[in-house]
């Protein structure tokens, strides 16, 4: 009621123009404040107010054009990207600089509303803080350590990839890869045997019963399959693209498919 009132006298104040420019000011000046920059950010192309450089993004060809802002800002510089102030890092030294010897000042990811509601920043792409370094780079290093005892990353593994994609690829016909993910948890759990562990399926049970008193580290039913979700996605497309432009370079330089 009182808002109400307010809002009357308010509007026989002033008129609905002036109010909506106040309003817009308001917003301008709000939406500059958000997105002020430190004073040693790296430098970037001029950003629109509210928009950002969403315009100076070529989707088509991103590769392309950011080596034109490379050539304009140097090796590290920034962008307004829904919101967000980025910084972007090319080149081999930089990056590795940046992800490898600075890793763990650069290992957060921002609170994104999305990952919440998908899968409760569960797993490992979406996830962050403690339960994310138990899951990947804490002292354990479960995923990566695990996987390693497996045989990624070693040519042994190869005859047991072109095994196991053969039922891979029937299963996903048959029917969805979550589904899919989630019948093989239930399989495992079904015959698991924790002094012979047989897969990444089974050391991740393993170490839900290890962990059953942190539960902050994530190590539960539904975080691994979620776990086991995002090492497909990550996993999939990224492979297949590196082949892919592996290819294309060895095409165009036939003298490196010689060797
Ligand atoms: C040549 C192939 C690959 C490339 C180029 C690649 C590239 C990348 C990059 C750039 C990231 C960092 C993303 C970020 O945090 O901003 C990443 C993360 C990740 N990749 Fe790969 N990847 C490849 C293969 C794989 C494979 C085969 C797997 C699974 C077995 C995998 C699983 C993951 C996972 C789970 C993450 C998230 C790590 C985390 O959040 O800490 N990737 N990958």
């Not at 040693?40 to 629109?48: I, K, R, T, V």
């Not at 399926?201 to 539904?222: N, Q, T, W």
């Amino acid at each position: 009621m009182a808002l109400q009132v307010l809002l009357r006298s308010v509007l026989e104040w002033t008129d609905v123009q002036s109010l909506l420019l106040f309003l817009l000011v308001f917003l301008l000046i709000s939406d500059h404040f958000r997105r002020r920059n430190p004073k040693n950010f790296p430098p970037g192309p001029w950003a629109l107010p509210f928009l950002g450089n969403v315009f100076h993004l070529d989707t088509k060809q991103p590769h392309i054009h950011f080596n034109e802002l490379v050539k304009c800002y140097g090796n590290v510089f920034s962008l307004h990207l829904g919101g967000v102030n980025t910084v972007v890092v090319n080149g081999y030294s930089l990056v590795k600089e940046a992800l490898i010897n600075q890793g763990s000042t650069f290992a957060d990811r921002p609170d994104c509303p999305l990952n919440r509601r998908i899968n409760n920043c569960q797993g490992i792409a979406f996830n962050n803080g403690y339960s994310w370094k138990q899951a990947t780079a804490g002292n354990s290093r479960f995923t990566v350590s695990t996987l390693r005892d497996f045989g990624v990353g070693k040519r042994s593994l190869e005859s047991q990839i072109l095994e196991e994609i053969k039922f891979l690829h029937q299963a996903v016909l048959e029917k969805s890869v979550c589904a899919f993910l989630r019948e093989e948890i239930e399989n495992h759990q079904k015959d698991w045997d924790p002094s012979a562990p047989r897969d990444f399926i089974d050391c991740y049970l393993s170490e839900i019963e290890k962990r059953r008193d942190d539960p902050e580290a994530g190590f539960h039913e539904e975080g691994l399959c979620y776990c086991m979700l995002d090492l497909f996605v990550a996993g999939t497309e990224t492979t297949s693209t590196t082949l892919l432009w592996a290819f294309i370079y060895m095409m165009k330089y036939p003298e490196i498919q010689g060797r």
